[in-house]
């Protein structure tokens, strides 16, 4: 399990206290909203890349009130989530996600549920090859609205897709794109083929699926039509990961 944020979000320094922010049906109506400008520059990018832009924005959600949830669920999904950017078969199921509306109050619940429900819809038109953007942007939103440091969320969201953009562009032969690793969304990362699969190999290499249920078991990825050695990248010829 991921255990420190990333370093765009250490250098953040989020606080850990309480959220104080107000959540409410009106925040969650106003965080839906179309946002057509950020939608469009999404739009520019690959569907992995979405994706890998919507996991990054809802690391600034967790990170902010890591230490007011119960548990590593949210986490253990996160983690799985990652996962499932480089194989859909990797991520065994949303279904997994506790009802954190009936267990935690209001202002922790409300940005989980918002932000996880959107992210189970971007995986599923992800793998549909259907536009999501506007579920990625509300993720954002929801991140903007919680992190407590909205200044630096909007200059880390703004850079980053630019640079997402840039390195994951849309190909509308192949729309899915390439797999994009965690490490893309640090501003001091250098994107290349190369330096992603070597994120990928070790972020694989360390998952631990006997301790992450929202992990897909590798016989059943097999049983699903895995090819290869599941948790291994890059994968062999005849593994084919999805485009």
């Given at each position: 399990?991921?255990?420190?944020?990333?370093?765009?979000?250490?250098?953040?320094?989020?606080?850990?206290?309480?959220?104080?922010?107000?959540?409410?049906?009106?925040?969650?109506?106003?965080?839906?909203?179309?946002?057509?400008?950020?939608?469009?520059?999404?739009?520019?990018?690959?569907?992995?890349?979405?994706?890998?832009?919507?996991?990054?924005?809802?690391?600034?959600?967790?990170?902010?009130?890591?230490?007011?949830?119960?548990?590593?669920?949210?986490?253990?999904?996160?983690?799985?989530?990652?996962?499932?950017?480089?194989?859909?078969?990797?991520?065994?199921?949303?279904?997994?996600?506790?009802?954190?509306?009936?267990?935690?109050?209001?202002?922790?619940?409300?940005?989980?549920?918002?932000s996880f429900n959107c992210l189970a819809q971007c995986f599923y038109d992800a793998e549909e090859r259907k536009p999501f953007t506007d579920m990625a942007v509300t993720i954002s939103e929801v991140a903007l609205k919680v992190c407590g440091q909205?200044?630096?969320?909007?200059?880390?969201?703004?850079?980053?897709?630019?640079?997402?953009?840039?390195?994951?562009?849309?190909?509308?032969?192949?729309?899915?794109?390439?797999?994009?690793?965690?490490?893309?969304?640090?501003?001091?990362?250098?994107?290349?083929?190369?330096?992603?699969?070597?994120?990928?190999?070790?972020?694989?290499?360390?998952?631990?699926?006997?301790?992450?249920?929202?992990?897909?078991?590798?016989?059943?990825?097999?049983?699903?039509?895995?090819?290869?050695?599941?948790?291994?990248?890059?994968?062999?010829?005849?593994?084919?990961?999805?485009?």
């Open positions: 399990m991921n255990k420190t944020p990333p370093p765009y979000i250490a250098a953040a320094q989020l606080s850990t206290a309480p959220p104080d922010y107000t959540w409410n049906d009106l925040v969650e109506s106003d965080l839906q909203l179309p946002q057509p400008r950020i939608a469009h520059r999404l739009a520019e990018m690959s569907h992995r890349a979405v994706l890998a832009f919507s996991l990054g924005s809802l690391e600034w959600t967790l990170w902010r009130l890591r230490d007011q949830l119960p548990d590593d669920t949210a986490f253990l999904m996160l983690d799985a989530c990652w996962a499932g950017v480089v194989n859909w078969l990797y991520l065994d199921s949303f279904d997994n996600l506790p009802d954190w509306e009936e267990e935690l109050d209001r202002a922790i619940a409300g940005p989980l549920a918002m909205p200044d630096t969320f909007k200059a880390w969201r703004r850079t980053t897709i630019e640079r997402l953009a840039q390195a994951y562009p849309k190909d509308m032969r192949a729309r899915t794109g390439r797999p994009v690793p965690r490490e893309a969304l640090d501003p001091a990362y250098q994107p290349s083929e190369q330096a992603d699969d070597a994120c990928i190999a070790a972020y694989l290499r360390s998952l631990d699926v006997a301790q992450n249920y929202c992990l897909s078991e590798p016989q059943g990825m097999k049983d699903e039509g895995f090819q290869g050695t599941p948790y291994e990248w890059p994968p062999r010829p005849q593994d084919g990961a999805p485009t």
